[in-house]
């Protein structure tokens, strides 16, 4: 395929398994009902959800998939933060920042951050902590820093991010040739919603083998153990309320292949107000504790993981579907749509079901349009060798609402993490 979708997938965000702490962060998942919501102004449409509240609130954040100023990305899905300095109305609205259901907290590049954030320090040293977060294409290095998030009209306060800076100190071997920046991209940054608070959890508490935090003295950094306190942490988590996790609601495309973007919400918190609860037709599906689920896709067993920074759906094989000619036969090109059963189940006993399908078109012809195509919801791809978990990306959430409930965190779905189709 062009440059359109696996290009951006792999070489501008984090796609394709972002793994912490030896752990796959992922989303969750409601379907539809009867329920009609209002779209953003302007786009004079309905969407219908797995919703039973009108969607407005402090806790509603706009969300967008194709409006991210990304050039010739398909299935971008971003939102506007502001931060400010900790305690004090000094403040910065960054917008185009890529939500990811496969990380945990906020991660904004240096170039797209104007104020002059506290740093976060190492406990025993007092030098500030460097943070080392690998992704698929190029490892997230940087300061971690202390912000107030604004979420929608929510604010968490004094918390842990990453400025994204490969020119911070010098980046240990960990963390060897980190992203240098947005690039082409236009995306600013990435907010991690997946079902765990902090990026590395437990193990970053006692132990330094996961290479993720680091002591920084001048230009030289010793891996370092890092508290809860200190550790890239979920905003969401931090808010006074709505604090037990997320929603996604994106609408059905109305058109497999669309050239104008698509617009929904993230809405804050499970069961925590009026216009966050999950419908009765909502299953449960406890996750694994990497937060996977079970599947069984066309007849075939496997895990799998919400991605919402997947630009396709991915899969570790072609499920009998036609690929792209060379050299992009990596990608699906399906001489017609195919539409591939699937039940989820969750990932504990695997006993909790729900019945669901994806859909497989042409990559290549949602790939060359003119205009660009900007949304495509059957775009899919064969993950590399080794990789054995279904991957369900952007595509696979349009049409549903997606819960994500934060690990520890009682939920109306059950104590996280946890999700509900």
Known sequence: MRKGILLYIV????VIGFQNC???????????SATQIQLPPGTGTTLSLGFNANLSGPNIVPLSVG?????????????T???CLPGTTTCQTIPNISISTNDSGLRIYKS???LALPNVNDTATGNPLGNCTNAYAAPYWGPVKSADVHLGGETAAAVPIQVVDSTFATPPSACANPASGPVASGANGVLGIGPFMYDCGPDCLTGTTDGMYFSCAGTTCTATTAAYAHQVTNPVALLPQDNNGVAITLPHVTNNHMSTAVYGSLILGIGTASNNIPNSAVTSLPTDGFGGIKTTLNGTSSSLYFISENQVNAFPNAEGIATCPAPNQSDLCAPSETILPMTLRDGTAGT??????ITIGNVNTCDSSTPLNVVCDD???VLPTGYTAVEAGIPFFFGKTIYFGLDSKQTSLGVGPVYGL
């Open 352 to 357: 909790a079901s729900v019945n669901t399908s």
């Open 22 to 32: 030896g752990g796959y962060k992922s989303a969750n998942l409601a379907q539809d």
């Open 11 to 14: 070489g501008i965000l984090t």
């Open 379 to 381: 775009a899919g791809y």
């Open 112 to 114: 797209a951050v104007t």
């Open 81 to 83: 933060v502001t931060i």
């Open 67 to 79: 409006a991210c100023g990304i050039p010739n990305g398909i299935n971008f899905a971003c939102v």
